[in-house]
Each structure stands twice: as structure tokens, then as C-alpha cells.
């Protein structure tokens, strides 16, 4: 599979849901990173999407300027959702950037205006922890408990 394909494949398989055609797509030593999460690596990273996909049914996603070379790619994706600490609803506009190693993701970078976010996702709270810098690390904190507790939980069945 070219990596455009590879691309196409995840996108298509995450505005549809499909959570394992997704991580298909990673390689067994992928590196995700994003604003939310920080960095996270191999499980970590096919559980916060098998964790956010499973968790949110609101979720609806486009995407599009997907591209790819022989070393690298980009995409441009939106998601739109309600989130569910606060039932506030998210339109989320996240540029995407990989590397590819073995025909798979190897690494994979999402960056967005987490401000923004913050603001939609959290109202006034999240406008106030932007202002003073705090955002990001309330935020990461969060993430990555939820995202422990879900491989937690996992593991248990």
C-alpha cells in the first residue's frame, strides 16, 4: 500500500469509526503526539484512539488535503463532538503530520489551537487556564489519567 493509501485508509477508517482499521495503519513502535496527550508511544497510542472512538458516539469527522511522499505525509482533519465532562460541543481543526517506517505510521503529529479548545471544551474555566498557562498541563494531566484507567480496564476483561 502507498503511503497516500496508508493515509487514506486511516482517515476513511476514523471518520467511520473503525478504530482497529485505524491503528492497522501504525506501526508496532508508532509515536503519537498531540496537545492533549503529550507523546505517546505503541499501546499507548492505539488505546487513546480505541478509548476516544468507543467513548464519544457524537463524533463526526472530515478530513482532507491528505498527502504523502516517500518519508513523510500530512492531512488537514475536523472533528465535531460533544464533550462529555462538560456537554459542551467541540469543533476541533487539527493539522496532521507523519513519517512512515515499514509501509506503516511510524510517527504521527497532531497539532491544534489548544486555547481554542480549551474554550469550547471547558467554556469560561478553559478561557481562564489559557490565559494563565495552565491549560495544557490540566489538560494532559487528565488525558492521560482517562487514558490509564481505559488500558486498566482493558486489561481487567
Same mark, same amino acid.
Given at each position: 500500500?502507498? $503511503?497516500? =493509501?496508508?493515509?487514506?485508509?486511516?482517515y476513511h477508517?476514523?471518520?467511520?469509526? &473503525?478504530?482497529?482499521?485505524?491503528?492497522?495503519?501504525? $506501526? !508496532? #513502535?508508532?509515536?503519537?503526539? &498531540?496537545?492533549?496527550?503529550?507523546?505517546?508511544k505503541g499501546d499507548e497510542a492505539r488505546n487513546m484512539w480505541r478509548m476516544l472512538l468507543e467513548r464519544n458516539n457524537s463524533l463526526t469527522l472530515d478530513y482532507n488535503n491528505v498527502s504523502? #511522499?516517500?518519508?513523510?505525509?500530512?492531512? !488537514?482533519?475536523?472533528?465535531?463532538?460533544v464533550f462529555s465532562r462538560? !456537554?459542551?460541543?467541540v469543533v476541533n481543526e487539527v493539522s496532521a503530520?507523519? =513519517?512512515?517506517? #515499514?509501509?506503516?505510521?511510524?510517527?504521527?503529529t497532531d497539532t491544534f489551537d489548544l486555547k481554542?479548545?480549551?474554550?469550547?471544551?471547558?467554556g469560561t474555566i478553559g478561557t481562564i487556564l489559557g490565559f494563565t498557562g495552565q491549560l495544557k498541563p490540566v489538560v494532559q494531566?487528565?488525558?492521560r489519567e482517562a487514558l490509564s484507567t481505559y488500558m486498566k480496564e482493558r486489561q481487567a476483561k
Open positions: 500500500m502507498l $503511503h497516500q =493509501e496508508l493515509l487514506e485508509h486511516f477508517s476514523f471518520k467511520h469509526k &473503525d478504530v482497529e482499521g485505524m491503528i492497522s495503519c501504525y $506501526h !508496532n #513502535d508508532v509515536e503519537f503526539s &498531540d496537545p492533549a496527550f503529550g507523546l505517546l504523502a #511522499d516517500a518519508t513523510s505525509g500530512k492531512a !488537514n482533519w475536523t472533528a465535531e463532538y462538560t !456537554n459542551r460541543k503530520q507523519f =513519517e512512515f517506517k #515499514d509501509g506503516k505510521i511510524i510517527r504521527h481554542k479548545w480549551g474554550k469550547q471544551a471547558l494531566k487528565q488525558a
